[in-house]
C-alpha cells in the first residue's frame, strides 16, 4: 500500500534535549521523504526532505535519517525549543504518481520550559 | 517572502448550500494541490493541477466537488451542496515543477469550513 504512519502521537519533552519523531512507511517506490511541521490554526510548514538515494541529510537543528532496510524514517530536533511545539508530519512522494504528498497521521511534540 | 494565499480564513455555511474557495499559489510555482485535513489527521490530496490542467482528481468527490484553474495561476475549489461530512480545513499548496531536485510543497494557511 500507500499508507505512511507514525509510530506515537504525542511526545512530550523538556526544553533544551533533543526529540526523536519516528515514522513508518509502505512504499519503497517513494523518491523522496518529507517532514513539514504544522501549529495550530496553520497550514503545514516545510521542515526538510530527503531522497530516497540518501540516509541521511541535516539542516539548521533538525536531521532526517533515512532506514530503507526497514522503511523508517525519523526528524531529530537538537536543543527543543518552546516554538517547536506542533504537530509533525511525515510525507511521502512518489514522482510516477504525479508528485503528489501522502501524509502519515502526525505527531504532537509538547515541549515542557 | 512570497506565499501562499487562500480565502477565506474561515466559513460556516449550512447544509445544502455552496461554497467556494480560492488559491492563489506562489508566482511561478506550476503545480497546484487541494488537500483536506480532518482534525488530527494529515491531509489528504483531493486534485492536483499542473498548470491549468488537472493531473490527479482521483479523491475529489466529483458528485459535489469541483475544481478550477483557468489561467493556470489562482485556483477555485467548490462545494454544492455541503453536507455535515465536509466540516475541514480545506489546504491548498505549490510547487515548483516536480523535477526541480525537491520535493517542498509550500501551504497555504487553509479554510476552515464549518458545515452546519
Known amino acids: 500500500g500507500e499508507s505512511v504512519g507514525l509510530h506515537l502521537p504525542t511526545l512530550s519533552v523538556q526544553e533544551g534535549d533533543n526529540s526523536i519523531i519516528n515514522c513508518a512507511y509502505s512504499?519503497?517506490?517513494?523518491?523522496?521523504f518529507i517532514w513539514y511541521k504544522q501549529e495550530s490554526g496553520k497550514g503545514p510548514q516545510f521542515i526538510i526532505d530527503i531522497r530516497s538515494n540518501m540516509d541521511k541529510r541535516q539542516g539548521q537543528r533538525v536531521t532526517v535519517l533515512l532506514n530503507k532496510t526497514v522503511k523508517h524514517l525519523s526528524l531529530q530536533i537538537a536543543a527543543t525549543q518552546p516554538g517547536d511545539s506542533a504537530v509533525y508530519f511525515c510525507?511521502?512522494?512518489?514522482?510516477?504518481?504525479?508528485?503528489?504528498?501522502?501524509f502519515g497521521q502526525g505527531t504532537e511534540l509538547s515541549v515542557k520550559p | 517572502e512570497a506565499e501562499v494565499a487562500q480565502s477565506p480564513r474561515y466559513k460556516i455555511t449550512e447544509k445544502s448550500q455552496a461554497v467556494a474557495f480560492w488559491c492563489d499559489p506562489i508566482?511561478?510555482?506550476?503545480?497546484l494541490y487541494w488537500y483536506r485535513q480532518i482534525l488530527g489527521q494529515g491531509p489528504e490530496l483531493l486534485v492536483q493541477f499542473q498548470d491549468e490542467s488537472v493531473v490527479d482528481d482521483s479523491q475529489l468527490p466529483k458528485d459535489r466537488f469541483s475544481a478550477e484553474r483557468l489561467k493556470g495561476v489562482d485556483s477555485t475549489l467548490k462545494i454544492q451542496p455541503a453536507e455535515l461530512g465536509d466540516s475541514a480545513m480545506y489546504l491548498c499548496a505549490s510547487s515548483l515543477a516536480r523535477d526541480r531536485g525537491t520535493a517542498e510543497a509550500f501551504f497555504g494557511q487553509g479554510t476552515r469550513l464549518t458545515v452546519v
Open positions: 512504499n519503497s517506490a517513494s523518491d523522496y
Open positions: 510525507a511521502e512522494t512518489i514522482y510516477n504518481q504525479g508528485g503528489k504528498l501522502i
Open positions: 508566482s511561478g510555482h506550476a503545480t
